[in-house]
């Protein structure tokens, strides 16, 4: 899933921030206004199932959010009044923007967990302001969306809702400009759900999601995405070190302890982030789901580069199967489906947690069954994830918000004076609960995890039900029949004006929907880096191939077309994002770009798992003649006997006995060299053979590597996480520089040597930072400067 906010602001990109995990969504948080649009409540009560967001600049664009389908749109030429007269001139103010996009997203958060919700990006600005802001768009628009220019389509002024009869917008595309309701200038922006999409996802058999459960199961799918969490119970004790063979060096001395009493609860989030592992921790004293936030700031672990160090930290624990110990470590549980390690001592997972305000840490073994472990997959409640329906919204028979049920399900206590202040006055009533969400610390950010099952405002369907009260006796337009005896019906004619879903058939009729904070929804499924089905076919270029001299390296005419891409990669997918996931490449979007970048090129654009000519003799492969039986293989295309060797003993592949189907040249007696025997002079001819060569058997086939998908991908990211360089392991330390040019030379050294396709892994790697990062390219064609002086022309253009 690859999704993000509707602003991009390019400067978040820079904002690194080593406590931080996502500083593009922190710095579009800020953009979120608190004195007016407040979700899920408006300043009279009603619901407001969306935000308004006022960026910096009005300058930003309005981006959507992920790659969707257009379902309804309207274009306006210029704004409309609603009916608000400006006292100099006697005219009415021309103060809203009655534009507006409706896209649907269809994607997948795992294997067959489909995903399909709306994205709303309401009052955008009207054509003629939007021409004085960017008037340099003029001439020839393109006919589909892009990052840098307003497509045609959003160009024609209109009226009129027009269906979107099949457009497409990809994520990053621009949508338009954030316009004004009623003078206010601002996006409104939603994200929803249908009842049946919100079902066939949190309801999926064997995957039910526990949103709002406040005695969370363990799961029993493979459903796991984003931060780790776990609940502890009071009769686990925390121990200062584990007490193992082990503890040096790897468990720093810590503290020991227990929870307050027998009914309390711990509950802890544990995450990676450039390299450390972070955590957090609720405790629920009581036993009553009454979570405190022990921690405010998350607490990095007493041990240093313990993500980057994970591959040793697993061989030195679990030396059965490293393998399953790594995913242990990183998931709190094994995900692989054919775990080796299965017994109680064998799967023993001691990690360090916060247990005391004071941010004192302990350690606890994972492994003990009394102990649920959870991922973001789970919408865990001590986070903040609450479903309000007819049962729990805090709403009175009128349907408006009460502000005595809406603090007692922020688990804050009313103030009598201010409920009786408002007793018999629907304006008191008003300022009561505006009040409370605009000057209650914690409020909004409680309420931002809200998941609200009610109706549109942009149904006129809903019209009578949502606004009546309005035209009653003590109603604001009820007070003023005397002197505005039409009130009421022009202002429910100028939100018809808005309103749109009534042209929307598959969404129309006064049908109840489910809503989320959009930015608390985009912030939690960002963690989720799954590349679904609808995805896969923009993972290459459309053009990946370059001219080959020069000191500007061109895309060539070749291409590759949309049903190339997905027939190659659709096999590998399963098994490619759950490598992604076990090796914690999905930690950041610049990881993910970056080692698929590379297998681009391991893998000639995913046509084979296989070297060419599979270790025979070769002139211009002169290694080829040594490693022989011990070619490339793989998408990352192991190498070397060693390698394999390595490979094996951290997944605890069985030797065999009998016969190496599909390699010949190994036997139970051949002799092979681990690595590179050569002896070279100073300009790196070979002069000479030192090395000498091994016997092989009886270790596993290497030619599972190409023959099974699972291993050939999985084998990419232990080779990711193993590689020794700089005196320590893992090209992670390398990717989270982030993607710029000396990053890419670096990382092209680490993976094959820094000579074959060098070039081309720049492209591939701007092309996959397009795709997976928040950066905005500024045209379809960029250049890079490598180190090695040659410009490299990357062509974004993805596959049709």
């Known amino acids: 899933m690859i999704i993000s906010p509707p602003f991009l602001p390019q400067s978040a990109l820079n904002a690194r921030n080593t406590a931080d995990p996502d500083a593009m969504m922190t710095a579009v948080e800020a953009y979120e206004a608190g004195y007016h649009g407040c979700f899920p409540v408006t300043v009279d009560r009603r619901w407001h199932c969306g935000i308004h967001l006022v960026p910096a600049s ?82 020839n628009p393109p006919e589909k969306t892009s990052p840098t220019a307003l497509s045609s389509w959003l160009l024609e002024a209109g009226e009129n809702v027009k269906p979107g009869n099949g457009k497409k917008v990809c994520r990053k595309d621009i949508l338009g400009y954030q316009g004004q309701s009623q003078g206010l200038r601002h996006l409104h922006f939603e994200i929803f759900m249908t009842e049946e999409d919100f079902n066939a996802w949190f309801q999926k058999a064997g995957h039910e999601v526990q949103l709002g459960e406040k005695n969370p199961r363990q799961p029993t799918s493979d459903d796991w995405w984003g931060h780790a969490y776990f609940v502890i119970p009071a009769s686990v004790q925390f121990v200062d070190r584990p ?18 009493n027998d009914r309390s609860k711990l509950y802890v989030e544990a995450y990676f982030h450039l390299g450390q592992r972070y955590t957090r921790a609720w405790l629920d004293e009581h036993g009553d789901s ?29 030396p059965k199967c490293a393998s399953d110990g790594y995913e242990l470590l990183r998931f709190g549980r094994i995900l692989s489906r054919t775990p080796t390690l299965t017994s109680a001592a064998d799967t023993a997972t001691w990690v360090a947690v916060p247990f005391c305000a004071d941010g004192r840490q302990g350690y606890v073994n994972l492994a003990q069954t009394s102990i649920v472990k959870l991922s973001d997959a789970d919408f865990p409640f001590f986070t903040g994830w609450q479903k309000i329906d007819s049962a729990s919204a805090p709403v009175g028979s009128d349907g408006l918000f009460d502000y005595d049920k809406l603090c007692r399900l922020i688990n804050d206590t009313p103030q009598p004076a201010i409920a009786a202040s408002g007793a018999s006055n629907p304006r008191a009533l008003d300022r009561q609960v505006s009040n409370y969400v605009q000057g209650t610390d914690g409020a909004r950010s409680t309420m931002s995890g ?59 009729g006064g049908k109840k929907f489910w809503f989320f904070h959009p930015l608390a929804f985009i912030r939690h499924f960002r963690k989720c880096k799954w590349i679904g089905r609808q995805e896969v076919g923009q993972m290459m270029p459309a053009h990946g191939w370059l001219t080959q001299d020069g000191t500007l390296r061109k895309p060539l005419a070749s291409s590759m077309t949309l049903s190339q891409v997905v027939g190659r990669l659709s096999p590998y997918m399963r098994n490619l994002n759950e490598t992604i996931r076990k090796y914690a490449l999905d930690s ?37 003649r040594y490693y022989a039986a011990f070619y490339g293989r793989g998408i990352m295309q192991l190498t070397w006997a060693a390698n394999y060797e390595a490979y094996g003993d951290f997944k605890a592949i069985p030797n065999i006995s009998g016969e190496y189907l599909g390699e010949s040249r190994i036997t139970q007696t051949s002799l092979h060299y681990w690595d590179d025997p050569t002896k070279r002079d100073g300009r790196g001819k070979v002069i000479g053979v030192t090395g000498s060569p091994k016997r092989r058997a009886p270790r596993y086939n290497p030619d599972l590597l190409a023959s ?93």
Not at 64 to 73: K, M, R, T
Not at 290 to 318: F, G, Q, S
Not at 773 to 798: F, G, M, Q, S, Y
Request: proline share 5%; charged share 25%.
């Open 243 to 260: 007490g193992t063979q082990h503890d040096d060096p790897w468990f720093p001395r810590l503290a020991a302890g227990r929870l307050p």
């Open 708 to 800: 099974d998908a699972a291993i050939g991908c999985d084998s990419g990211g232990f080779y990711w996480v193993w590689k020794h360089h700089s005196g320590a392991r893992s090209i992670s330390r390398v990717a989270d520089d982030g993607i710029q040019e000396r990053t890419i030379d670096k990382v092209n050294k680490l993976v094959n040597g820094g000579s074959f396709g060098y070039f081309e892994r720049f492209a591939f790697s701007w092309y996959t930072r397009d795709v997976f990062t928040d950066w905005v390219p500024p045209a379809n064609k960029v250049t890079i400067t490598t180190p090695k002086t040659i410009a490299v022309e990357v062509d974004l253009t993805r596959p049709a």
């Open 290 to 318: 009454n979570c405190v936030l022990l921690t405010h700031d998350p607490i990095k672990d007493r041990y240093d580069d313990y993500e980057y160090k994970l591959y040793e930290r697993a061989m030195a624990l679990y």
């Open 58 to 139: 009005q300058s930003e664009p309005v981006r959507a959010i992920a790659d969707g389908e257009v379902v309804a749109y309207r274009i306006s030429q210029n704004p409309i009044s609603d009916g608000h007269v400006d006292q100099t001139t006697g005219r009415q103010v021309l103060n809203t923007n009655t534009g507006f996009v409706l896209l649907r997203h269809v994607t997948e958060t795992g294997e067959e967990r489909n995903l399909t919700f709306y994205s709303l990006y309401m009052h955008l600005l009207d054509l003629t302001a939007q021409h004085a802001l960017i008037s340099s768009q003029v001439g």
């Open 588 to 624: 950041s979007p610049d990881r993910i770009a970056t080692f698929l970048a590379q297998t681009y090129i391991e893998t000639d654009r995913w046509k084979t798992l296989r070297e060419y000519g599979k270790g025979a003799p070769n002139d211009a492969i002169p290694m080829a």
């Open 450 to 508: 809200f998941v609200c099952h009610t109706m549109s405002e942009w149904d006129p369907a809903n019209n009578v039900a949502r606004y009546q009260d309005l035209n009653k006796p003590d109603g604001y337009f009820g007070q003023r029949k005397a002197t505005d005896p039409a009130g009421y019906d022009k202002f429910i004619s100028f939100l018809k004006t808005l309103q749109f879903l009534d042209k929307v058939p598959q969404l129309a």
